[in-house]
C-alpha cells in the first residue's frame, strides 16, 4: 500500500486504473493502528493498486472522501465507489468484495456489484 500525500495522483488513479483501494487513517487513531496492518496483509493478494492517505497530514482527504472517522476503506471501481467501511472494518466482507472485483476484471459491472 502506498502512502501519499498526493491527493491528485490518487484521484487520477481512481479515474484511470479497473479498481483502486484507498484507506484514510490519522496517526492518534488506535484503531487505525490495528486495521492498516490486517489491510496491508490482506492487500498482497490482489494486484490493485492501494493509498494509505493520512487525513491529519491531508486534511483535504476527509472532505474530498467525505470522512468523517478513521479508518475508512474506500473501494473505487471505474471511478466510482462500491464499497465503504469505517471504523469497524469487516474483513469478510472486504475479502468477499476484492475476491468478486479481483476473479471478475474488466467483466464485473457497477450493477452486478449490487
Known amino acids: 500500500m502506498k502512502k501519499t500525500i498526493d491527493l491528485s495522483e490518487v484521484q487520477k488513479t481512481i479515474q484511470e486504473e479497473p479498481t483502486v483501494v484507498v484507506a484514510i487513517s490519522t ?5 487505525c493502528h490495528a486495521v492498516m496492518p490486517k489491510l ?15 487525513a491529519f497530514e491531508t486534511p483535504e482527504v476527509a472532505g474530498t472522501f467525505q470522512a468523517l472517522t478513521a479508518p475508512v476503506i474506500l473501494l473505487f471501481h471505474r471511478g ?3 464499497e465503504r467501511q469505517a471504523r469497524f472494518i469487516r ?15 474488466e467483466q464485473v459491472s457497477y450493477d452486478t456489484l449490487f
Open 27 to 31: 496517526p492518534d487513531c488506535s484503531v
Open 91 to 105: 474483513f469478510e466482507e472486504l475479502t468477499k468484495r476484492l475476491d468478486q472485483l479481483s476473479l471478475s476484471g
Open 80 to 82: 466510482k465507489e462500491v
Open 40 to 54: 496491508e496483509q490482506l492487500l498482497t493478494h490482489y494486484p490493485f493498486p492501494a493509498y494509505d492517505l493520512d
